[in-house]
């Protein structure tokens, strides 16, 4: 909870979802929603925001499209209306193309909420991180991602060829 509302943030964390080889998983998956409507009904009582973490996710982790859209359908009327932003960090091809393949399907309100943040230092100025607690392997992938851009940028700067074309 943040501020003087005591707002809620909820952190979901994809890379922890059950393997989707599971010979059980669509009852671990309808249990485990089932779970956090009732969590976030005791928990909401004012405007709350969702961090859905993405990085260090396998696809085989990934929630199908399918059960994003039970959920939503699933969620009752105050709940997404008390949804000030739904921060999807480290957004893969994958989730993009699933937002943007449903946005017909869901309403202007709430595809208003979705937003993408693709490093944690995007996140940090969103949100009171003091709050929010990040897992090392979240905290690890997004490292390895600056990394790799910060030596994509680098080697760019250093090529004659692109160096000559931004001088254009």
């Known amino acids: 909870y ?6 809620a943030i909820i952190v979901f964390a994809a890379c922890f979802l059950p393997d989707s ?6 009852y671990v998956m309808e249990n485990l929603f089932l779970y956090v409507i ?11 925001m969702i961090v859905y973490l993405n990085g260090a996710t396998p696809r085989r982790r990934m929630p199908g499209l399918g059960w994003m859209k039970k959920c ?3 969620i009752d009327r105050r709940l997404r209306k008390n949804l000030k932003s739904f921060i ?11 937002l943007a393949v449903t946005r017909p399907f869901i309403s202007s309100k709430f595809s208003s909420k979705i937003q993408y943040v693709n490093t944690l230092a995007e996140l940090r100025e ?4 003091e709050y929010v607690h990040i897992p090392d392997s979240i905290v ?21 060829e692109m160096t000559s074309v931004e001088q254009e």
């Open 140 to 160: 690890k992938y997004d490292e390895e991602k600056c990394i790799k851009r910060r030596m994509r940028t680098s080697c760019l700067s250093n090529d004659p």
């Open 21 to 26: 080889s599971r010979t059980d998983y669509n």
């Open 72 to 74: 939503y359908q699933m």
């Open 38 to 48: 009732s969590t976030l009904e005791l928990m909401v009582a004012e405007d709350y």
């Open 126 to 129: 969103m949100i009171p991180m």
């Open 2 to 7: 943040y501020g003087d509302g005591l707002n």
């Open 88 to 98: 999807i960090v480290h957004p893969s091809w994958f989730i993009r193309t699933i």
